[in-house]
């Protein structure tokens, strides 16, 4: 037994069992597979990490015998079910065993140096250089480079023979690769195969998953920006780079990733696995059963269910699914039978989507379940006289509601025959039942709505407003249903049309609408006020006509109303007649206001009646 003051090859760090075998063969002159031969051993107990092999060989090569379970492991111990140990975590085999052996010249070189003997005495294959995820020699700010490709286990493990045919260009430097600074992904990954350290939101994975998902994750990044597809050591290094950068920083910064990946689906047909490329491919297939990336799957498969429409029970990357949580349009079409362009029309206008949603009809997505109801409605829609009837309407009646936005078709299209949903007029009708009591054919005052709306042209939507604001009584007549039955009180809606407060609405009104609000009966006084510039208006397209009209908005009322008063309005504030308010003020001295000539009613200067009033 060698003396361990005096051992017979220099001790080098990281380094693996068979490397230790490749350097005493060489320094005994004896091929590595008698040496193994001689002391009792075998090469594949030595690959194997056979502690007794260990022993044996340490001991020849004049080791303190404490360095055996350092070289088992950097050398990395097979446990079954193509899993290895190495430097006490779990991996894949394949990770750590390959047909291709990489590593640092320059490290190599240094050992041969240092040596000052034969050079194969001393160059050291280190354990972290097997590790596929290993990119870099930190020490020398050098990539790993190809050193031998061996197709056969005994090609790999006869490191003698392989070290020897590139000794000459190792010594030489003609392998060294041009320097590259240690990213953050290297350091990390040094410091946890050394010290198994970590700082980063990456502690709570293996080595393995979190490298591999580093790795997966990057791959897909670097599509954002447009990285060549080769696979060369540069990508593979910015690969590793770019996903810890995010993945380092935990599921919130994951979650951010995966959705900006969600912006490679640019064509309606683009499903999860054009997104997330080799990433998805790899959950699905070879790591679907790896406990160790159950968290990188959720995250992955919950971004996967937040943007496409997956139906229930479909398997996404391992797992199946519950009930659906989105749709797109598209989806929802295929389950409806509805045309996709005229259900993006219904989706919008039931704020399922938004009009200006730029996604294609497979990507546009909804909440599947808040707009079940509103799908499951979708064969029951009629065509208008049907609705009519569901509604209780007459023609006329129907027309109106239509005319002021209270009920509207799913489409306009032309030949669309079935656009009314019943449950839209039923809705509407008990809505408006709900502020109604009992009205009894025999009692007076009371009046049809539509009726009522007509004849004092306030409009259905001001009536509708003042309804539910109780400044107008409801009644639902009894041995009538639906809107039929649906009446108020006469002297409620000519108090509400006589004043000024009967704009209980803030929609932007008709020049003749507002006029009658003003209580100017010729509305064509108000007209002419307009087109003098004395008042502003507003020229809006009219829903039902499709033409533009001058509208009055909020913004013009209050114009108004700051300049002008009309004998209505103050009859109101002050509990009398226009026309005792027009005699008063004209007893005062107020003159109804004039332009150049021009009349435009019972309308007054503001400042002129506050004058004579003060």
């Not at 023609?395 to 078709?409: D, K």
Request: some cysteine.
């Amino acid at each position: 037994m060698t003396d361990p003051a005096q051992p017979l090859v220099p001790p080098v760090p990281r380094e693996t069992a068979l490397s230790l075998l490749s350097r005493l063969a060489s320094r005994l002159q004896i091929d590595p597979t008698e040496l193994a031969f001689e002391i009792g051993i075998s090469i594949k107990r030595v690959a194997n990490v056979d502690r007794i092999a260990l022993k044996k060989l340490v001991a020849v090569a004049g080791f303190n015998e404490t360095v055996v379970e350092d070289l088992a492991t950097w050398s990395g111990e097979a446990i079954g079910d193509v899993r290895m140990r190495f430097r006490d975590e779990i991996f894949v085999t394949r990770a750590l065993r390959g047909s291709t052996v990489r590593g640092c010249p320059t490290c190599l070189r240094e050992d041969a140096e240092r040596h000052g003997g034969p050079a194969l005495e001393a160059m050291a294959m280190r354990g972290d250089w097997q590790l596929r995820y290993q990119h870099v020699c930190i020490r020398h700010r050098r990539p790993l480079v190809l050193l031998w490709k061996a197709e056969t286990v005994l090609e790999r493990r006869d490191m003698r023979a392989q070290l020897r045919a590139i000794q000459a260009d190792v010594i030489s430097g003609a392998l060294d690769a041009s320097a590259a600074d240690p990213s953050g992904y290297d350091i990390w990954l040094d410091v946890r195969l050394s010290y198994g350290q970590d700082d980063t939101a990456l502690s709570a994975y293996g080595t393995y998953a979190a490298a591999e998902f580093c790795r997966l994750l990057g791959g897909q990044l670097l599509r954002l920006d447009q990285w060549p597809v080769a696979q060369d050591e540069e990508l593979l290094r910015a690969r590793a780079r770019v996903g810890f950068d995010v993945a380092s920083k935990g599921d919130a910064e994951i979650r951010q990733a995966l959705k900006a990946l969600t912006a490679l689906a640019t064509d309606g047909q683009h499903k999860a696995k054009h997104v997330f490329g080799e990433m998805y491919e790899v959950f699905s297939r070879d790591l679907a059963g790896e406990p160790a990336f159950d968290a990188f799957r959720d995250l992955v498969r919950d971004q996967i269910m937040e943007t496409w429409p997956i139906a229930g029970g479909e398997t996404v990357i391992g797992t199946v699914t519950g009930e659906r949580r989105l749709h797109s349009v598209r989806s929802a079409s295929d389950e409806t039978g509805m045309i996709p362009s005229v259900l993006r029309e219904l989706l919008v206008a039931k704020n399922a989507i938004d009009k200006a949603d730029p996604r294609p009809d497979g990507l546009a997505t909804f909440d599947a379940q808040a707009f079940k109801p509103l799908l499951d409605d979708i064969p029951n829609l009629v065509g208008r006289r049907e609705m009519e009837r569901h509604m209780g309407t007459s023609i006329t009646q129907f027309e109106a509601l239509v005319r002021e936005g209270l009920i509207f078709p799913v489409t306009n299209r032309a030949g669309f025959r079935a656009p009314w949903f019943p449950s839209d007029g039923r809705a509407f009708v008990d809505g408006i039942l709900n502020y109604a009591a009992p009205v009894g054919p025999s009692q007076d005052g009371w009046e049809h709505i539509s009726r009522a709306a007509a004849r004092m042209r306030t409009g259905l939507r001001s009536l509708l407003k003042a309804i539910e604001a109780g400044s107008v009584r409801c009644g639902k007549q009894d041995g009538l249903a639906g809107y039929a039955s649906i009446f108020v009180m006469r002297s409620d809606v000519e108090d509400l049309a006589g004043s000024p407060a009967g704009a209980t609405d803030d929609r932007p009104k008709t020049v003749p609408e507002f006029a009658r609000i003003l209580g100017l009966r010729a509305h064509r006084n108000f007209e002419r006020l307009v087109k003098d510039g004395h008042t502003p208006a507003t020229k809006m397209v009219n829903p039902a006509t499709g033409h533009k009209a001058l509208y009055i908005n909020q913004k013009d009322a209050d114009a108004f109303h700051a300049r002008f008063v009309t004998a209505s309005i103050l009859a109101q504030e002050s509990g009398t007649t226009w026309r005792a308010v027009r005699t008063d003020l004209l007893a005062r001295g107020v003159e109804k206001f004039q332009s150049e000539g021009r009349q435009y009613g019972l309308v007054f200067l503001k400042v002129d009646v506050e004058g004579a009033r003060a």
